[in-house]
């Protein structure tokens, strides 16, 4: 069985500061590691994922995610936000053993003020 | 354009009431999924399926039924519902296995009284 922890419920940010969203995980088998965006009264879209290389991944809208094996972790950052990055945001991991079972972190939410 | 369809958006049921939730994606994709997200934890896998004519239980399954009717269509019933099954429920697609991403249906709202 694999979880995820997600080490902020909230995160305030100011316009075009920067932000690090982190993400630690365990499992006992390889896994591949994502980030999912969740906007007001939508469903999720994906932001970036991890599923074998390269350590820095990045995705949509300017956000990058490094993978650190030892650490566990799977942190996500951006180093310049917007007003319209307000969201929440999830980290899953879904196990190599397993193609079908994604196990979601609680959500951090991101609220950017001008 | 549409991508994941649910139905109905919202609903209000009393306890012990049956409902079944709607999702279809016109994207070809062969694996569907649906979860249930509560404040604090996240998404939780109820049930999936892999490929069209199967299914299989996942994190959370108890007081849930599902149906793969076809390729695009996947329901979701609840037989008698309980106030613990108020949640935000999601549908979602894949082209096949966690490694493809997923894509998501806007949701379906339930309240249970």
């Known amino acids: 069985a694999q979880s995820v922890t997600q080490l902020d419920s909230q995160v305030p940010v100011f316009e075009e500061a920067p932000v690090e969203l982190r993400c630690n995980y365990s499992?006992?088998?390889?896994?591949?590691l994502f980030w999912y965006v969740q906007y007001p009264n939508q469903g999720l879209q994906l932001l970036l994922k991890?599923?074998?290389?390269?350590?820095l991944v990045k995705g949509i809208n300017g956000f990058e995610a490094e993978f650190n094996k030892s650490q566990t972790s799977f942190h996500l950052r951006k180093p310049s936000v917007h007003i319209s990055d307000t969201a929440e945001y999830f980290c899953?991991?879904?196990?190599?053993?397993?193609?079908?079972?994604?196990?979601f972190g609680a959500g951090t939410t991101v609220t950017v003020r001008a | 354009n549409a991508g994941v369809t649910q139905t109905p958006k919202f609903q209000v049921l009393k306890t012990g009431q049956s409902m079944t939730l709607q999702c279809a994606q016109d994207?070809?994709?062969?694996?569907m999924y649906w979860y249930r997200q509560d404040p604090g934890m996240g998404l939780r896998l109820i049930y999936y399926?892999?490929?069209?004519?199967?299914?299989d239980k996942g994190e959370v399954p108890n007081g849930y039924n599902v149906s793969r009717l076809n390729k695009r269509e996947f329901s979701l019933r609840l037989e008698s519902a309980a106030p613990s099954q108020t949640s935000v429920y999601f549908c979602?697609?894949?082209?096949?296995?966690?490694?493809?991403?997923?894509?998501f249906g806007d949701g379906t709202r339930l309240s249970i009284l």
């Open positions: 991890y599923l074998s290389g390269s350590t």
């Open positions: 899953a991991v879904g196990p190599r053993s397993n193609d079908y079972k994604l196990s």
């Open positions: 979602a697609s894949s082209v096949r296995g966690v490694n493809q991403p997923q894509h």
């Open positions: 399926s892999a490929s069209e004519g199967t299914t």
């Open positions: 994207m070809n994709h062969n694996s």
């Open positions: 499992s006992s088998v390889s896994v591949y």
